[in-house]
């Protein structure tokens, strides 16, 4: 079964009004329906005509979840005239992969530039713990294919392991070895020219694939085994093995902690008056050390950070603007249609171009503030837990769970072209444009007239980033130092009620012993 969430009606308006240009305003879904359907044989958009055809059926779906069979669920995956209106299904599905717990997302955003679709890819590719991109034996990468691949380029690195996995399907349409190896390699190339360094790259047959297993065949030649047995390797070592590696780290932390504790304390009942002394002196050391969360220490190498990601921004937006000039002014199009036209096309395709990845970058630098906050963090707990350590060995703190930033929404610059308008003087005919190369004068006109507003843009856009990541930082050390102090003084008072009242240690010395016993039985 399925269950299908429509989007809300303010949600299929925005869609409306972005079809539209924002030319219209709709005071709701039916008003739009009733506005467009008299001009509905001269519309040309697609999603329009989607919108109208499948109004009829689905208007009263609107806003709500409906359960639906798998059939009805490939109509609404598949019909353009239905999958207009759904904002996310979530598919039932008893398969060995989903009985392993494995969840599979079809994304938005990877063959397309809308703003909405690319911020819910990104979310993915940041919290994804695996991360499948398949393409097409004889398929090309499209512009926005290649955008959403320079995005994951830019964020690879950054993960703590290699998550991404490429697919190229229907490897089976290679007439040769030779041909399979000469596009698995043009692939490889292009990937790395997006950036993404020695990707896991299969070639598959989905096809041959799906025989094979309903022939229960041995013998396979659709590449999927390959790619399964590498998949689940992922799953089962590189995943689980990392939580193993960091649950038996902790796990051996919190056993010697809990042994030093029993050590101190039997020494302790030894001389309790004066550890009783002791015991006050810390708990006012430790109340006097987390007054105050210090964030002062950090903000300047944060604020630093901010603005040093955003400079290289600019740095790499400004690299790509000659391709971006290339594709938007090229002489096809300046031969299909008149002069004035042309122009003010190209013009308004370079400044999507370089709206779209301003727009891309600031999320990837959001991403990385988060990161380096997260590190910041992650320092500063150890550090704290350390001097309290040297204040009193005895002490058993658990590690705080660093927040994530707050999800930030970024519109790029350049909404408006007429800044940029005069730029079309250097535009005399398309030979002199093309072939006497006339077109360097306006390239680098346009470059230096669009680095003012992007310089202004990403001024503004670090003023954003700094207040916003300034106050979580604050909002994190202040939790970080009650969750410090808190723990501290409970145990010190722990301390100090088994000394008063001498109590046993018994079952503290149970309860380590069992702790390390299940430690080595998991292990083994």
Not at 365 to 379: K, Y
Request: aromatic share 10%; glycine share 2%.
């Amino acid at each position: 079964v399925a269950e299908v969430t429509f989007k809300s009606e303010a949600a299929m308006l925005e869609d409306l009004n972005e079809a539209m240009v924002a030319t219209m305003t709709f005071e709701s879904t039916k008003q739009a329906y009733d506005t467009l359907l008299p001009r509905a044989a001269s519309l040309t958009d697609p999603f329009l005509h989607a919108f109208l055809t499948g109004f009829p059926t689905v208007q009263s779906f609107i806003g709500t979840v409906q359960t639906v069979d798998q059939e009805a669920f490939k109509q609404y995956v598949a019909q353009e005239e239905r999958s207009c209106f759904v904002d996310v299904i979530d598919f039932y599905y008893d398969s060995p992969l989903t009985r392993l717990g494995v969840t599979l997302v079809d994304t938005p955003g990877a063959d397309s530039i809308n703003a909405r679709h690319t911020d819910v890819a990104f979310d993915y590719i940041k919290n994804a713990d695996a991360i499948l991109f398949v393409t097409y034996f004889n398929h090309a990468f499209a512009r926005a294919d290649r955008e959403f691949l320079i995005q994951l380029g830019r964020v690879k690195d950054a993960f703590e392991l290699d998550k991404m996995f490429f697919l190229v399907n229907a490897i089976d349409l290679a007439a040769s070895e030779s041909e399979r190896q000469d596009v698995l390699n043009y692939v490889a190339t292009e990937l790395q020219r997006f950036g993404i360094r020695s990707p896991r790259l299969y070639g598959v047959s989905s096809l041959q694939g799906l025989t094979e297993k309903q022939q229960e065949r041995s013998d396979s030649t659709s590449g999927l085994p390959e790619f399964e047995e590498a998949f689940h390797h992922f799953l089962a070592e590189d995943l689980t093995g990392l939580a193993k590696v960091s649950l038996s780290e902790q796990t051996e932390k919190t056993v010697q902690r809990l042994e030093r504790f029993i050590a101190a304390t039997e020494a302790n009942l030894l001389r309790k008056e004066e550890r009783l002394a002791e015991l006050s002196a810390l708990e006012q050391q430790v109340t006097d050390r987390f007054e105050d969360n210090r964030a002062t220490l950090i903000e300047p190498a944060l604020k630093a950070e901010i603005h040093e990601l955003l400079h290289h921004v600019v740095q790499r937006i400004y690299y790509r603007f000659p391709d971006f000039f290339k594709e938007a002014y090229n002489p096809v199009r300046f031969a299909q249609t008149s002069k004035g036209v042309a122009l003010q096309e190209a013009l308004t395709e370079l400044l999507t171009f370089l709206r779209f990845d301003f727009e891309q970058e600031l999320r990837v630098t959001h991403f990385r503030v988060d990161q380096w906050l997260e590190a910041a963090l992650v320092r500063r707990q150890q550090e704290e837990q350390q001097l309290l350590e040297q204040w009193n060995e005895s002490f058993q703190l658990a590690p705080v769970t660093v927040s994530r930033l707050n999800e930030m929404s970024f519109d790029g610059p350049f909404e408006d072209a007429t800044p940029y308008i005069g730029v079309k003087r250097h535009f005399r005919n398309a030979k002199a444009f093309f072939e006497k190369n006339e077109k360097e004068q306006l390239k680098e006109e346009l470059a230096t007239l669009t680095k003012q507003e992007a310089l202004a843009y990403t001024t503004a856009q670090e003023e954003r980033l700094l207040t916003v990541a300034t106050a979580h930082l604050d909002v994190s050390l202040t939790s970080l130092s009650e969750h410090l102090l808190r723990q501290a003084l409970e145990q010190l008072e722990s301390e100090r009620a088994t000394l008063q009242a001498q109590e046993t240690l018994t079952p503290y010395k149970q309860a380590a012993a069992k702790i390390r016993n299940l430690t080595q039985h998991v292990t083994s």
